[in-house]
């Protein structure tokens, strides 16, 4: 990476975007480090974040959902709900591949998995601690499940819509 690119990344986390993936043997990797195989992905909560995501040459966006995981009460589940909705959709505008996770488990993941666009829900932990009470096969499972549901669900509903449905 030159010095541009550290300025880059340096205004992203500035700005509140963090990365996903950034370090391989003390080295800085992104598209600049010229490492086959590997991309470089950062997160972001809201739109105002996904322009220095973009600034930083990264490969994907991927949407920050540890706020709204850990949200208190359905307005403010909605409201950070609402904020990933607009930065997938923003994101998506400028060609970036949307990715999310963070906190999602079973009783949250339906309305994010709902979000037009969505490639891929980074959800290791919830599974690993699911799969310690009722074994692997049906963690992974169960989650499948409430992906799939969440893309049913989406053909008719909106992912606000999906979030009240599912808390009520």
Not at 157 to 166: K, M, V
Request: some cysteine; charged content about 20%; overall charge negative.
């Amino acid at each position: 990476m030159d010095e541009e690119d550290v300025l880059a990344l340096l205004k992203a986390h500035l700005l509140g975007a963090s990365k996903v993936l950034t370090i391989n043997d003390d080295q800085a990797i992104g598209p600049a480090g010229g490492q086959p195989g590997v991309e470089l992905g950062m997160g972001a909560v809201g739109v105002d974040q996904v322009d220095a995501v973009v600034a930083c040459g990264a490969d994907f966006l991927e949407l920050h959902t540890g706020a709204y995981a850990n949200a208190v009460g359905e307005e403010a589940r909605l409201a950070e709900l609402h904020k990933l909705i607009e930065a997938a959709r923003y994101a998506r505008q400028l060609g970036m591949r949307v990715n999310a996770g963070h906190g999602l488990n079973l009783r949250n993941v339906m309305p994010v998995a709902a979000i037009e666009g969505v490639h891929e829900l980074h959800i290791g932990h919830s599974i690993v601690s699911h799969a310690v009470l009722v074994g692997f096969e049906r963690a992974v499972r169960e989650m499948v499940e409430a992906i799939a549901r969440a893309q049913v669900f989406a053909r008719d509903f909106s992912p606000e819509e999906i979030l009240r449905l599912h808390s009520a």
